[in-house]
């Protein structure tokens, strides 16, 4: 009996070790034609592409503005706001838009949240990417792409030139003030 508890000690113990390698996300590859690992301007610069696409996709357009791209000590996230009222009886045609778009592009759905009033959809891509989009107070469109654990490196301003106005130096940023007359329209 006591041979066989320290065979499955052993084994669970080595089961474990080698779950763990490989679960701290780092990207490896050729990143930028460059082989080796992805450093965080690279991360930033491919969660800019994952952000644009999504607000591509969106019919019809919403107007979008950068908000703060944060990093910590080996990750980045990058942040757009939606500047278009999106009304509450539009949130659910939003938020089937930016997952059926997600589903196409492989990300895989981590959670939903249904909430009436704050509802959100969270993916994560084969890379470790996350990426979410989140209704927040006043009704305002969040997305946000957060890498996973990248090589150390300083991290530019995002070149993704928003729909409308800029507001440098402008934080926070106002609540949604573009009306759609698709969005912004409350159900009849």
């Given at each position: 009996?006591?041979r066989?508890?320290?065979i499955v000690?052993?084994?669970l113990?080595?089961g474990?070790?080698?779950s763990a390698?490989?679960?701290d996300?780092?990207?490896?590859?050729?990143?930028?034609?460059?082989?080796?690992r992805?450093d965080m301007?690279?991360?930033?610069?491919?969660?800019?592409g994952?952000?644009d696409?999504?607000?591509?996709?969106?019919?019809?357009?919403?107007?979008?503005?950068?908000?703060?791209?944060?990093?910590?000590?080996?990750?980045?996230?990058?942040?757009?706001t939606?500047?278009?009222?999106?009304?509450?009886?539009?949130?659910?045609?939003?938020l089937?838009?930016v997952?059926?778009?997600?589903?196409?592009?492989?990300?895989?759905?981590?959670?939903?949240?249904?909430d009436?009033?704050?509802?959100?959809?969270?993916?994560?891509?084969?890379?470790g990417f996350g990426?979410?989009?989140?209704?927040?107070?006043?009704?305002?469109?969040?997305?946000?792409?957060?890498?996973?654990?990248?090589?150390e490196?300083?991290?530019?301003?995002s070149t993704?030139?928003p729909n409308?106005?800029?507001?440098?130096?402008?934080?926070?940023?106002?609540r949604?003030?573009?009306h759609s007359?698709?969005?912004?329209?409350?159900?009849?």
């Open positions: 009996m006591k066989r508890f320290q000690a052993v084994a113990a080595l474990f070790s080698l390698c490989g679960s996300h780092r990207v490896q590859g050729d990143a930028g034609g460059k082989k080796g992805m301007q690279q991360a930033a610069e491919r969660s800019d994952m952000l696409a999504v607000l591509k996709a969106i019919d019809p357009e919403v107007q979008w503005a950068h908000g703060p791209t944060t990093t910590g000590t080996c990750d980045v996230t990058r942040r757009r939606v500047m278009t009222i999106v009304s509450a009886s539009r949130r659910a045609d939003f089937d838009q997952e059926t778009f997600w589903r196409r592009s492989d990300y895989r759905i981590k959670a939903i949240n249904n009436t009033e704050f509802p959100a959809v969270y993916a994560r891509t084969d890379a990426i979410s989009v989140s209704f927040r107070g006043k009704g305002q469109v969040f997305f946000e792409a957060d890498s996973p654990c990248v090589k490196s300083k991290v530019a301003d993704s030139e409308g106005p800029a507001y440098e130096g402008v934080y926070p940023l106002p949604p003030n573009v007359d698709y969005w912004s329209a409350e159900a009849s």
